[in-house]
C-alpha cells in the first residue's frame, strides 16, 4: 500500500527548512566575509602590509603584484641567473 501523501510531505519539510537554514546562513557569513575584505583593502589603499615591507626589504626577493592581476611575481637575481 505506500505511504500516504501527508506522512511524505511531512518528513520534507524539516529537511527544507534545515537546507534553507543552512543555505541562509552560509550566504550570510559569505556576505559578511566580502564586507570584511572590501574594508580591510580600503583600509589599506596604497599601502602594503608590513610582513611583505619586511620581505622586500631583506633584497633577495623582487615583488611584482599588479593591481587587478590575480598573479603574484617573486624574482630573485642570484649571480648571473635571473
Known amino acids: 500500500m505506500g505511504v500516504p501523501p501527508i506522512l511524505v510531505?511531512?518528513?520534507i519539510?524539516?529537511?527544507l527548512t534545515v537546507l534553507l537554514t543552512?543555505?541562509?546562513a552560509l550566504a550570510a557569513k559569505?556576505?559578511?566575509?566580502?564586507s570584511f575584505e572590501k574594508d580591510s583593502?580600503?583600509?589599506m589603499a596604497g599601502q602594503e602590509p608590513e610582513w611583505l615591507e619586511e620581505f622586500k626589504s631583506n633584497?633577495?626577493?623582487n615583488v611584482t603584484d599588479k593591481v587587478g592581476n590575480g598573479e603574484v611575481v617573486l624574482s630573485r637575481t642570484f649571480g648571473?641567473?635571473?
Open 9 to 11: 510531505q511531512l518528513q
Open 41 to 43: 583593502q580600503a583600509a
Open 59 to 61: 633584497g633577495v626577493w
Open 80 to 82: 648571473n641567473e635571473k
Open 30 to 34: 559569505l556576505q559578511e566575509e566580502l
Open 13 to 15: 519539510v524539516p529537511i
Open 22 to 24: 543552512a543555505d541562509a
